[in-house]
């Protein structure tokens, strides 16, 4: 069976994967994208939703437990674009998703 692909991700981010052809859920606030996030997490046809971390941060925690059980959908949060000084690098971020998958953490050289 073919499953889709979706984004939810907040407005800076929705125009770079729309030119890519994917279907984006575009959020306005973080909220929003929680919402959208768990509504979309119960749709079958879906096998991998890609979310920006601010809204995955805004989903409940046992609505983010119950999510992270099921296998799929595949749930792969993103870092979205960050005009701040300081911001957390792609390394970080890498890091912590090997973490996720593997149980413990990995340095990066």
Same mark, same amino acid.
């Given at each position: 069976? !073919? &499953?889709?692909? %979706? +984004?939810?991700? &907040? ?5 770079? /994967? =729309?030119?890519?052809? /994917? !279907? ?11 919402? %959208? +996030?768990?509504?979309? @997490? &119960?749709?079958?046809? +879906?096998? *991998? ?12 925690? $046992?609505?983010? &437990?119950? =999510?992270?059980? #099921?296998?799929?959908? *595949? +749930?792969? $949060? /993103? ?5 701040? #000084?300081?911001? $957390? @690098?792609?390394?970080?971020? =890498?890091?912590?998703? =090997? ?8 340095? *990066? %050289?």
């Amino acid at each position: 069976m !073919n &499953r889709a692909v %979706r +984004i939810v991700c &907040r407005s800076e981010a929705a125009p770079g /994967f =729309l030119l890519a052809g /994917f !279907n984006v859920e575009e959020a306005r606030t973080a909220a929003e994208g929680a919402a %959208r +996030i768990v509504a979309l @997490a &119960r749709d079958p046809a +879906i096998g *991998l939703l890609l979310v920006d971390t601010a809204c995955w941060a805004a989903v409940l925690e $046992p609505d983010r &437990r119950a =999510l992270l059980r #099921k296998p799929l959908p *595949l +749930i792969v $949060p /993103f870092p979205g674009p960050s005009w701040a #000084k300081g911001a $957390p @690098a792609a390394e970080t971020h =890498l890091a912590e998703l =090997l973490r996720r998958a593997l149980g413990y953490r990995v340095r *990066l %050289r």
